[in-house]
Nanobody
């Protein structure tokens, strides 16, 4: 079992930055691929970014490529999402997730564990 807790969300003006964190419990954090998803009101949950267990491979949604950076620190059991040049359309609840026995995972069905989410609101 892996428990995930997100933090770092908040209200920011367009063009600003936020860094989200995802703290994981359990001693097997380093064996999971990790990912960030987001869900805006009235919309489906969408993929944002994923990172392999070692941190050596990453993948991003086109909508955030060049603005967001995913990273992880296995010694601290923590994953991060650095979000720069934020836009109002980035407003959503952001979720972190863990996927066992995979390298990179871009669809929700590939993930085994989810956090409760953290709200990010970008004002224009």
């Amino acid at each position: 079992q892996v428990q995930l807790v997100e933090s770092g969300g908040g209200l920011v003006q367009a063009g600003g930055s936020l860094r989200l964190s995802c703290a994981a419990s359990g001693r097997t954090f380093s064996t999971y691929a990790m990912g960030w998803f987001r869900q805006a009101p009235g919309k489906e949950r969408e993929f944002v970014a994923t990172i392999s267990w070692s941190g050596g491979s990453t993948s991003y949604a086109d909508s955030v490529k060049g603005r967001f950076t995913i990273s992880r620190d296995n010694a601290k059991n923590t994953m991060y999402l650095q979000m720069n040049s934020l836009k109002p359309e980035d407003t959503a609840v952001y979720y972190c997730a863990a996927a066992w026995a995979t390298t990179l995972a871009v669809t929700p069905d590939e993930y085994d564990f989810w956090g409760q989410g953290t709200q990010v609101t970008v004002s224009s």
